[in-house]
């Protein structure tokens, strides 16, 4: 591992400072980001730790929304009461989220800025798109884990669970930048190939993650996570998707619908929320909610079996919510 400046600031701003310097980046549990420094994926000359800086490792339970800190550990995140009682889909997908050990260390803030797992990005022999290279190996390589939709030149998944159930409980996120705390929905937080195909989110030098809130409306709903892993223990999504759904008198008065392991960012399910919001759950049809959703999906040599894989984990997904 080359040596690095290790810098623990104990307010926002210092953070926020340390962070503009050439080569410095976030550490929150290192679960991530130490990984690839020791593989040489990245070159960080300075690792900024934000476990110091105070309020950024709390839920709280505003009334009108639910607060999280962005230093929150996965497993106090999913453990919490008050997670648990109002955003149910957050608990369980912070729950499928690799095992107890990782969810100990990784936080929340990390788990929506980890980096992809794409084998050729992780890599330092392939020199991939996202690393300033001119192809995707993906493309004639081995693909069977890659995007299925929206890839543009870089294939990529992003390997979040929680952003999943964070997209379908229509959570916005909080930046420290220069001096302020912006909110921003959370759709608009991740970036794809097209936009940039060198980071994931719209972070900038200087740049962090302090928060993120979850609106009333989509407190205290049922919530579903499913994910498709190959293998049973731990594994990142095949594919995912998260379901957050109120239903007063048989009807469906509001419904966030979200999914990963197909595309470079999570997608939410826009289509799908305004076909079923305001029916009533006796008229559902599982087959007719999931008919067309995913017609812009190209799937490469490997990896056909994604569409018809997020189509019955989607139709699943609904049957269960709506019995729940
Ligand atoms: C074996 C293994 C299995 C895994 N399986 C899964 C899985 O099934 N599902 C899943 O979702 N994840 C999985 N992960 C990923 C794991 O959840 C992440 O490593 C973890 O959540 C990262 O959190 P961290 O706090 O350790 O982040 P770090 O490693 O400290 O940081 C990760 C990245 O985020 C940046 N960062 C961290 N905090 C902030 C912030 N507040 N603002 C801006 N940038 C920030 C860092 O600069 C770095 O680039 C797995 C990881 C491992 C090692």
Redesign the pocket.
Known sequence: MKPFVYCQPDSIEEAGGLLKHSGY???????????EMKDRVVDVHGLVD?SKIKGLSDVYDAVDDVKIG??TR?SDLSNDPIIQRRCQVLSLAGK???TEQ?RN???V???L???PRCWYYRNKRFDCLKKGGDICFAVAGMNKYHSIIGGDRCHIVH????AVALMSLKASVNLFSDGNIISTPIEEFFVTPDVDITRENI?RKGE??TGISIPSSSLDCTGVYLKAKERQS????LVSVAVNIKITDGVIEDLGVAVGGVSPVPLRLIRLESRLLNTSTKEFKPKDAVVGLFDSAQPMSQNGYKLPLIESYVERALIRAIKE
């Open positions: 980046s976030a550490l929150a549990g290192g679960s991530d980001i130490l990984g934000l962005s230093m996965l499928a989220v690799a990782i260390i990784g936080t803030g990390g788990n800025c980890q980096r390997p979040s669970d929680v972070l962090f993650l731990m594994d990142f999504a």
